[in-house]
């Protein structure tokens, strides 16, 4: 991910774009860019995708990749959004905004379990198939929505200062993406689903990735501090439930005594990016 970045224009910490970054642009381009770097972060579950439906990828390979990937989403979380938050608008705010995300997400994400989409992240026949459990696959792709829709709005909310994107931010949703979409459509595979529905679905998450990181500028552009504050906070509370109640579950199952470890190895791999 970092040769990606690089690729762009990675410096440390914040994807500047020279000069021309200290001066106002073009409301436009602005969002134009935010549903870039969103676009970019969300192909990640597309390409992880393709690898977890198309090989066989070991059960314990995968539950590796998600611990990593969700010690990466808790560190950005950590130094990248809460942190942010409370810089901009206070303690109240922001632990009004996290509390908040938790509980929305939480309560979707009950209303989604009980129509078919619990293990959605689940890379082993967990899944339920359409004839097990009549739409499940509908509920699954909601439940696909309701977990990249906070990512990609803090991804458009780190270029409302104008200073450019937050590489950290990106890198973050970007790795976590990977094992995301692999595990859940190596799951998605074994519960019998087609490759149209799969790669439909993905393709078109990875869009609305894209939208979502352009309507998450748009909204806070002109917003006061203390609004951008409880709107990344609310994001942030949103992932760190995403990733306790999805991601850690999965990777627990196969990984067992490893989980910890590779986490940990997720944490600080954001952790040095953020203090670059």
């Known amino acids: 991910m970092t040769t990606i970045l690089m690729a762009v224009g990675y410096p440390p910490r914040r994807l500047r774009h020279g000069p021309a970054a200290t001066r106002a642009r073009d409301g436009e381009a602005w969002l134009f860019e935010a549903a870039w770097w969103g676009l970019l972060a969300g192909s990640a579950l597309v390409l992880g995708a393709l690898v977890g439906y198309l090989a066989r990828v070991p059960r ?15 560190s950005a979380v950590s130094f990248e959004l809460i942190a942010e938050a409370h810089e901009q608008g206070g303690l109240a705010a922001t632990a009004a905004g996290a509390g908040l995300g938790a509980l929305v997400y939480t309560a979707a994400n009950v209303a989604l379990a009980r129509r078919g989409a619990r293990h ?4 082993g026949g967990l899944q339920p198939s359409e004839a097990e459990h009549s739409g499940s696959g509908t509920a699954i792709a909601v439940g696909a929505l309701l977990d990249g829709i906070p990512e990609s709005v803090v991804i458009g909310t780190s270029l409302v200062a104008g200073g ?3 590489a950290v931010t990106v890198a973050a949703v970007f790795i976590s993406n990977v094992p ?3 595990s859940s459509a190596a799951g998605m595979r074994r519960a019998g689903r087609s490759p149209r529905y799969v790669f439909g679905l993905w ?16 909204l806070l552009a002109d917003a006061p501090p203390v609004w951008t504050a409880g709107i990344t906070a609310f994001a942030g509370g949103a992932i760190l439930s995403m990733v306790a109640d999805t991601m850690i579950p999965e990777a ?18 954001a952790f040095a990016l953020s203090h670059a």
Do not use: N, Q, Y
């Open 60 to 74: 314990g390979v995968v539950a590796a990749v998600m611990g990593f990937g969700s010690g990466v989403l808790m």
């Open 120 to 123: 959605r992240k689940r890379s």
């Open 164 to 166: 450019g994107v937050s």
């Open 180 to 182: 995301e979409g692999l």
């Open 203 to 218: 393709t078109g998450i990875a869009l609305v990735s894209g939208l979502a990181s352009m309507v998450g500028h748009g």
């Open 252 to 269: 627990f199952d196969d990984a067992h005594l490893l989980v910890g470890l590779v986490t940990v190895a997720g944490f600080l791999t």
